[in-house]
Antibody, heavy 121, light 108 residues
Framework: QVQLVQSGTEVKKPGASVKVSCKVSGYTLTEFSMHWVRQAPGKGLEWMGG????????IDAQKFEGRLTMTEDTSTDTAYMELSSLRSEDTAVYYC??????????????WGQGTLVTVSS | SYVLTQPPSVSVAPGQTARITCGGN??????VHWYQQKPGQAPVLVVY???DRPSGIPERVSGSNSGNTATLTISRVEAGDEADYYC???????????FGGGTKLTVL
């Protein structure tokens, strides 16, 4: 089974950027489409974006357009999520997750342990 | 964008059956997936494609989907089933991934 190991807790000031990593082990990153989901304290799951399983292009939720950058380093099997112009509402646990399934019937079958990002002045 | 509606909470006694619903416009035409999340832990996939179970998920966990409602059913509920449950679809509209708001299952 694939294991996803994320980087540690981050504390950032408003306006700064944060970059979270997600390392794949047991498989290679190229075997998956990686996505990012976040969860604000006491709230539900919120999809942020990821790589389209059909064509590999990045897709992201409209609310993050312009602030979200997702990249991959296949030499180290590590995916990255960078969120810029941070504000207090971005305080959340950020998860990476791999996609499985058929065309437009996709689901997330493996998840990282989560990375807490706190945005505070 | 597509909206999935879940009840905030469901309570059930041990040994009884819990049913958690996920409502959406013509959701029966979508494939619905369900996740269990315990406090302080990452979500875990418990049902995919409406009614299939990943390996390791017990048979007493099942799913169905028809019309405007998908349902996650947990039979013979145990204390260890207490968690938040989320439904999810992958939709071809503007934001392709949609999660329901989540349902907290309490075992009385």
């Amino acid at each position: 089974q694939v294991q996803l190991v994320q980087s540690g807790t981050e504390v950032k000031k408003p306006g700064a950027s944060v970059k979270v990593s997600c390392k794949v082990s047991g498989y290679t990153l190229t075997e998956f489409s990686m996505h990012w989901v976040r969860q604000a304290p006491g709230k539900g799951l919120e999809w942020m974006g990821g790589f389209d399983p059909e064509d590999g292009d990045t897709i992201d939720a409209q609310k993050f357009e312009g602030r979200l950058t997702m990249t991959e380093d296949t030499s180290t099997d590590t995916a990255y999520m960078e969120l810029s112009s941070l504000r207090s509402e971005d305080t959340a646990v950020y998860y990476c997750a791999t996609v499985s399934g058929s065309y437009i019937q996709y689901y997330f079958d493996s998840w990282g342990q989560g990375t807490l990002v706190t945005v505070s002045s | 964008s597509y909206v999935l509606t879940q009840p905030p909470s469901v309570s059930v006694a041990p040994g009884q059956t819990a049913r958690i619903t996920c409502g959406g416009n013509n959701i029966g035409s979508e494939r619905v997936h369900w996740y269990q999340q315990k406090p302080g832990q990452a979500p875990v996939l418990v049902v995919y494609d409406d009614s299939d179970r990943p390996s390791g998920i017990p048979e007493r966990v099942s799913g169905s989907n028809s019309g405007n409602t998908a349902t996650l059913t947990i039979s013979r509920v145990e204390a260890g089933d207490e968690a938040d449950y989320y439904c999810q679809v992958w939709d071809s509209r503007s934001d392709p991934v949609v999660f329901g708001g989540g349902t907290k299952l309490t075992v009385l």
